[in-house]
């Protein structure tokens, strides 16, 4: 993103990006003051585009709450050498009686942010919203040729060019902690709508009593029932938002029912691979079988 677009931020392509005074901000006074901030106590840790956002700003309107600076701070997968007052940064001071989170759906693909997380925040409370697998794959390859980021113009082109993209990224992520690819950030339509073999790490760090899964379709199809189960989860008093509106919502042409099929097989066929004995997600991607 160019000088120009950091000034005046257009909000439907980039919804969650810092303005350069609100990074200025974050330098000069949340960073010298970052001792004195909260950990969080909960994490909506994915999935990107399975309603994160609007989950993020209802969350953040309720009076018991307290969320990060901006969603997606990003601190356990691309900033993690930054070091625990960089991340306490992005939080509030702490107020009696509030309880802390964030948001950064990108969590729940990175191979090395299950760890990082039991580290840091044993006791955090997890909150994966699940979408069908085949809708977020081609949510996020149209968010990205909205974005200018994708430069294929057909989505099953994209899928065929996946493997050839991310492969060797994503070994060398394996290999290297450190690294940050923004080739598997941006182009991991199918891989990051495989969620079992994601749920698998984080399982292996956290008893799944900490983890709430909320099925994307149902949250926006009954919000105030599905955010009564989110209060439950957090142990906070339910609330009903002012503002449900559904937030980084895109329109886009529908999805041939033919290549829909040939997904839904796919991603069906992976989550059968994935080996038994562990957790298992339903041909739809909804909830883990066993979980």
């Known amino acids: 993103m160019s000088f120009f677009d950091r000034l005046l931020i257009d909000r439907k392509r980039y919804p969650n990006a810092s303005t350069l005074w609100e990074k200025l901000l974050f330098r000069i006074w949340r960073k010298p003051t970052a001792v004195w901030r909260p950990l969080p106590d909960f994490i909506i840790i994915g999935v990107q585009k399975g309603g994160t956002s609007s989950l993020f700003r209802y969350l953040a309107q309720h009076p018991q709450l307290s969320m990060a600076w901006r969603k997606q701070v990003h601190f356990f997968d691309r900033f993690w050498r930054k070091g625990e007052l960089w991340y306490r940064a992005c939080f509030d001071f702490p107020t009696k009686g509030k309880k802390v989170g964030e948001a950064t759906p990108y969590y729940f693909f990175h191979p090395h942010v299950p760890a990082r997380v039991k580290q840091l925040l044993p006791e955090a409370k997890l909150i994966l919203m699940l979408r069908d697998p085949v809708d977020r794959a081609y949510s996020h390859y149209c968010m990205k040729r909205d974005q200018g980021l994708e430069p294929e113009a057909d989505f ?85 938002p002012p503002d449900l509106r559904a937030f980084n919502s895109r329109e886009y042409a529908p999805l041939s029912p033919q290549l829909r099929r040939r997904l839904e097989k796919r991603f069906a066929e992976s989550a059968g691979a994935a080996g038994a004995g562990g957790p298992r997600v339903d041909t739809r991607g909804y909830y883990a079988r066993g979980y």
Do not use: G, N
């Open 156 to 240: 099953e082109r994209a899928l065929e060019l996946e493997e050839e993209r991310t492969a060797a990224e994503w070994e060398r992520m394996l290999r290297e902690p450190d690294y940050y690819s923004l080739a598997c950030r941006r182009f991991s339509y199918f891989r990051r709508s495989c969620y079992a073999e994601q749920l698998d790490r984080w399982l292996a760090h956290f008893d799944k009593e900490q983890i709430l899964i909320v099925q994307s379709e149902r949250f926006f199809e009954q919000p105030v029932k599905e955010l009564d189960r989110v209060c439950d989860f957090l142990e906070v008093e339910r609330f009903r």
